[in-house]
């Protein structure tokens, strides 16, 4: 029985396609030969270009189910708003660890999550940290049913304010 375990790792051209300081930290496989990394910033995602680093902040939900990875992505709007874009699924045939790092990292990633009303909806205020930045960033996702209007928008800034204000506090 040997004592230290050899790691398989990714496909040496996939790793060429990183920068050179990123960080593997799990890995898997689709049927079709394309993979997905887990990387200290983020999950490196395969697309038509080779692969695209979506960075944890940005990861809004991961799903596994199935032998199937689903992740939905959120933009940013002027720094504030997280809005959602279209899931992306791949199916892993050789998922090894991925599900369980991708989850440890994003749970990592979200410092604070709360559910506030706001303008006659609900609104989710997130801290987040971001790799390779010091301290954490608020944003906020409205809820289902809450549209984006200036009012909206004032009052979810004026709610962002506060929580930072109160997480400065905190942190001291």
């Known amino acids: ?43 490196w995602w395969p697309d038509a270009q080779g692969h695209r680093l979506i960075g944890w902040e940005h ?14 992505e959120a933009d940013v709007v002027d720094d504030l708003l997280l809005v959602d874009r279209e899931p992306m699924s791949l199916e892993l045939s050789a998922p090894r660890d991925l599900p369980v790092a991708v989850r440890k990292r994003i749970e990592a990633n979200v410092v604070r999550s709360e559910l506030r009303a706001v303008g006659g909806g609900m609104a989710r205020f997130v801290a987040r940290r971001i790799p390779g930045r010091d301290g954490v ?11 984006d209007t200036e009012q909206v928008r004032l009052q979810v800034s004026s709610e962002c304010a506060g929580l930072r204000d109160d997480w400065a506090r905190e942190q001291v």
């Open 1 to 43: 029985m040997a004592l230290f375990h050899r790691r398989e790792a990714p496909p040496a051209e996939v790793l060429a396609q990183l920068p050179k300081d990123e960080r593997v930290v799990s890995w898997g496989e689709a049927p079709s030969g394309e993979v997905v990394l887990a990387s200290s910033r983020g999950l």
């Open 59 to 72: 990861i809004d939900k991961v799903i596994w189910r199935d032998g199937r990875l689903t992740v939905i």
């Open 137 to 147: 960033v608020w944003w906020v996702r409205l809820e289902a049913g809450l549209a």
